[in-house]
């Protein structure tokens, strides 16, 4: 582990970037730390969340940052629906070097304490195989819809509990697109905006009330990068837990968008699959002969 990596400047941002408290990753083990970051984590609203600006080093994120494209093609999949386009890296990836470095070390012992202390989770357990994590990528016109994750891992049947995204984005302004988005439900609604600026980390709980997407739409020329891992709980999810992802629905959503949702929740995946992949050679040829 790199001594950049062992103290690292934790700036907690509240909803408002202004509103900020410094300290280490060496002092956080001071109880009182502990407890108003968990105050902070546990209390943001629509759901348990927390901002942490500079969470880890700038050198190795721009690391990260220059190795994106070096990357195989293999180690991506893509995914091109009304409902979200972009791209990640797949199932136990093999990753670049600073990229390798950042995973190890979230999934670390200290930092898995760390994460256990200011959200009160005990004995979270990480994924080093990165399902649904790793880098990700959205490219200009991309978005991802508003969602809920998946409840369990599909393998190993263990409960999704928290997220955590670095963002990896440059001089990032809100009308680029791209904000995170928090939503409550029952009604559906957008509760909070979060601007996926270069070193912010964002904790998430995951549940079946954790809302979130980014649904508007790239400006051109820009790509939105990511850092995405999720952390498990030892007790199994109970029966009727999702392993897929959940769209929501809202006023203004595409007619494309919500059918693809009807389709995913009425058909089995690999009928909607097969669906799916009609429509994109549809487009494609459509676009062909525009």
Known sequence: MSAALQTMALPLVENEPSNKRFLTFERASDPKAYAALRKSYQEAKPFPHLILDGLFPEDLLRSVVSEYDSVTPENWTDFDTPLQLKKSTVFNPVLPEAASSYFDFVNSKAFIRFLCEITGMPLLIPDPYLFGGGLHEVPAGGRFDIHVDFQQHPLTGLRNRLAMLTYLNEDWASENGGALEL???????????????????????????AAHGYPNPLGEGLRRRTLITYYYSAQEAEQGYSSTTTYLGYPGQSSVAQLQRFLRSALPQPVTQRMLSAYRAMRRNFSAFS
């Open 183 to 209: 939503w409550q439900t029952d009604p559906n609604e957008c509760k909070s905006k979060i601007l996926p600026l270069f070193g912010r980390t964002v904790l998430m709980s995951q549940s079946a009330v």
